[in-house]
């Protein structure tokens, strides 16, 4: 019997991983590790991962794809997240509209912070998302933290 056969261990790694947002959203990602698992149509959100002692992930790279195919076959940045990395697997959400893709990504850049993105990733505390939905949610975790924070001597950020 092998060792990729038995249940639970298939299942975590070939199977599905949840990642969650800044806003506190969870989305599911696919896990692939092989062209054959990229599907052939529809783009979405992927996710280049360093996996380490089976349970520990580090997202290395979010993008967003309007075809996965196209975009994740010669991808410039895998040679770089695989090579130099440690890159083990991808990940992938099917999303249909583009403003959804663009939410996401920045999402779970703001939350993850990976090594290889740049321009998406907060400069400092004050840092606003660019996507309206998402800064609505951060001003109102803003207001939360202050007002948590004043009675107990904190200041106001």
Do not use: C
């Amino acid at each position: 019997m092998s060792l990729f056969n038995i249940f639970p261990f298939s299942l975590i790694i070939f199977g599905w991983h949840v990642w969650y947002g800044e806003t506190g959203e969870t989305y599911r990602f696919k896990i692939t590790l092989t062209r054959g698992g990229i599907p052939d149509r529809g783009g979405g959100i992927y996710i280049f991962v360093r996996r380490r002692f089976v349970f520990f992930l580090e997202p290395l790279y979010i993008g967003k794809a309007t075809d996965f195919r196209s975009r994740l076959y010669g991808h410039e940045r895998w040679w770089e997240a695989w090579w130099k990395r440690g890159a083990t697997e991808r990940h992938i959400l099917s999303v249909r509209s583009g403003k959804d893709r663009e939410r996401i990504e920045e999402d779970l850049i703001r939350r993850y912070q990976p090594r290889m993105n740049d321009m998406l990733v907060p400069r400092g505390a004050m840092d606003m998302p660019s996507n309206a939905k998402l800064r609505r949610a951060w001003k109102w975790r803003q207001w939360w933290k202050n007002l948590i924070r004043l009675p107990f001597g904190g200041k106001a950020a």
